[in-house]
T-cell receptor
Framework: QQQVKQSPQSLIVQKGGISIINCAYE??????FPWYQQFPGKGPALLIA?????SEKKEGRFTISFNKSAKQFSLHIMDSQPGDSATYFC???????????????FGSGTQLTVLP | DSGVTQTPKHLITATGQRVTLRCSPR?????VYWYQQSLDQGLQFLIQ???????AKGNILERFSAQQFPDLHSELNLSSLELGDSALYFC??????????????FGEGSRLTVL
């Protein structure tokens, strides 16, 4: 119930192309869906996040699409650049369980390589 | 720079040994989380502390323990180490109830190698 399934495991895209990473969840109590970006040797950092009351959120070249009925969400990176090469993690959380700060359940990660 | 500090950055030790990983959260953050990242397991949640109290446990082994001190820094203790404990251990922090955006701020991790 707490699992978040992410695909693909790795993705190679040409510069200027669109990168698409998909995630699916089961727990309907999840109410916050962030994407984290991790560069080699660094910790994950928040990239963009969405709440289930909207179907899409766009920040620059990064867009989250959210399908509540299908319990799926995806990250689209438009005009992908070599500097976008990193590992991307989707995540989901609910703050209802502990009453304190949120706990994140992460997907397994997607290693994105953008070729120049 | 996330503002979360982890030490040491790298640690090499032998099986059966014990190590302590330290984390200083961002100024003002009350929650500290520990995650383990290995190649085949992704980011696995270990444990969460909020203002000194344990709040949630994930897939943390009995050989592992953690605590959060009054100054809010946290330590993760790993004992009777096995080869399979080799991984990156991340600490993350977040604000508490007052401004709950849901964002976690991660440190750069402590890479543990057990030989």
């Amino acid at each position: 119930q707490q699992q978040v399934k992410q695909s693909p495991q790795s993705l190679i895209v040409q510069k200027g192309g669109i990168s698409i990473i998909n995630c699916a969840y089961e727990n309907t109590a999840f109410d916050y869906f962030p994407w984290y970006q991790q560069f080699p040797g660094k910790g994950p950092a928040l990239l963009i996040a969405i709440r289930p009351d909207v179907s899409e959120k766009k920040e620059g070249r990064f867009t989250i699409s959210f399908n509540k009925s299908a319990k799926q969400f995806s990250l689209h990176i438009m005009d992908s650049q070599p500097g976008d090469s990193a590992t991307y993690f989707c995540a989901a959380s609910t703050g209802r369980l502990s009453g304190s700060a949120r706990q994140l359940t992460f997907g397994s990660g997607t290693q994105l390589t953008v070729l120049p | 720079d996330s503002g979360v500090t982890q030490t040491p950055k790298h640690l090499i030790t032998a099986t059966g040994q014990r190590v302590t990983l330290r984390c200083s959260p961002r100024s003002g953050d009350l929650s500290v989380y520990w995650y383990q990242q290995s190649l085949d397991q992704g980011l696995q949640f270990l444990i969460q502390y909020y203002n000194g109290e344990e709040r949630a446990k994930g897939n943390i082994l009995e050989r592992f323990s953690a605590q959060q001190f009054p100054d809010l820094h946290s330590e993760l203790n790993l004992s009777s180490l096995e080869l399979g404990d080799s991984a990156l251990y991340f600490c993350a922090s977040s604000v508490g109830l007052a401004a709950n955006t849901g964002e976690l701020f991660f440190g750069e991790g402590s890479r543990l190698t057990v030989l």
